[in-house]
């Protein structure tokens, strides 16, 4: 099972970037994809969810309406796509794959996480 954050990098305040997750090694159209952030020195945080089919998709309040994630089941690749970038954006974001459908207890994969800071 491999799970790899790409895109993150330093952005401007303002700005969009979108951060991708490419999944390999589990059947990933069966698996609920999410996305968490942990800036320096807090907790890691869910921001942002989508059910396996990408029909269903939900936020922290604190990203909602700049924030989407989206999912390409044929690529096995889950983004976020983040716009008006804001300092307490800061933080490494991770993926997450989830199946909680036909076994005993969910099952649970993590990326390593990539950097995302914005500053001017």
């Known amino acids: 099972v491999q799970i790899v954050e790409s895109g993150g990098g330093l952005v401007q305040p303002g700005g969009p970037l979108r951060v991708s997750c490419a999944a390999s090694?589990?059947?990933?159209?069966?698996?609920?994809m999410s996305w968490f952030r942990q800036a320096p020195g807090k907790e890691r945080e869910l921001v942002a969810v989508i059910s396996s089919t990408g029909s269903t998709t939900d936020y922290a309040d604190s990203v909602k309406g700049r924030f989407t994630i989206s999912r390409d089941n044929a690529k096995s690749t889950v983004y976020l796509q983040i716009n008006s970038l804001e300092p307490s954006d800061t933080a490494v974001y991770y993926c997450k794959a989830r199946r909680t459908i036909g076994v005993v207890r969910p099952i649970d994969y993590w990326g390593q996480g990539t950097q995302v800071t914005v500053s001017s």
């Open positions: 090694g589990f059947t990933f159209s069966t698996y609920i």
